[in-house]
């Protein structure tokens, strides 16, 4: 299935809507864009409960296929994250909020400013540490 479990739903609802399939056709063609163990586990659940609906069915692959630990994975994740020599600050603060919202999908932004400023490098983090650092967004671009 991927490492992205909830990353692979919201593509699959994005071709859904895109698409406009009925929820039985996205359990119809689902089997199309599952492989291994996700494909025979869809097939089980498709056997044990032939009514099942779309709803249903993603909540089974999300709790068969999200990893336990994921959520603890994801915070040491972010609380060891830094900008990288080939990234740019705009991939970096995309890529922190990103994390930020997969661990909280309603953390705040002032929240989200300190993770993303705890992971810049000194001379950038000097820079703008005197700025307002409590808005991730401001006047069209980032910081």
């Given at each position: 299935?991927?490492?992205?479990?909830?990353?692979?739903?919201?593509?699959?609802?994005?071709?859904?809507?895109?698409?406009?399939?009925?929820?039985?056709?996205?359990?119809?063609?689902?089997?199309?864009?599952?492989?291994?163990?996700?494909?025979?586990?869809?097939?089980?659940?498709?056997?044990?409960?032939?009514?099942?609906?779309?709803?249903?069915?993603?909540?089974?692959?999300?709790?068969?296929?999200?990893?336990?630990?994921?959520?603890?994975?994801?915070?040491?994740?972010?609380?060891?994250?830094?900008?990288?020599?080939?990234?740019?600050?705009?991939?970096?603060?995309?890529?922190?909020?990103?994390?930020?919202?997969?661990?909280?999908?309603?953390?705040?932004?002032?929240?989200?400013?300190?993770?993303?400023?705890?992971?810049?490098?000194?001379?950038?983090?000097n820079k703008i540490e005197i700025l307002d650092n409590t808005k991730v967004v401001g006047k069209g671009r980032y910081w």
């Open positions: 299935m991927g490492e992205d479990v909830d990353a692979f739903i919201e593509d699959f609802d994005l071709a859904a809507l895109i698409n406009n399939w009925s929820e039985i056709e996205k359990i119809t063609l689902l089997p199309l864009y599952l492989k291994d163990s996700a494909s025979i586990f869809f097939k089980l659940i498709k056997t044990k409960t032939p009514n099942i609906n779309w709803e249903q069915t993603k909540q089974q692959i999300k709790e068969k296929f999200t990893n336990i630990g994921n959520d603890k994975l994801l915070r040491i994740q972010l609380n060891q994250r830094k900008l990288m020599d080939n990234e740019n600050l705009n991939e970096f603060i995309i890529n922190m909020m990103e994390l930020c919202y997969k661990i909280n999908p309603n953390m705040v932004e002032e929240e989200i400013c300190e993770k993303i400023m705890v992971g810049l490098p000194d001379e950038i983090y």
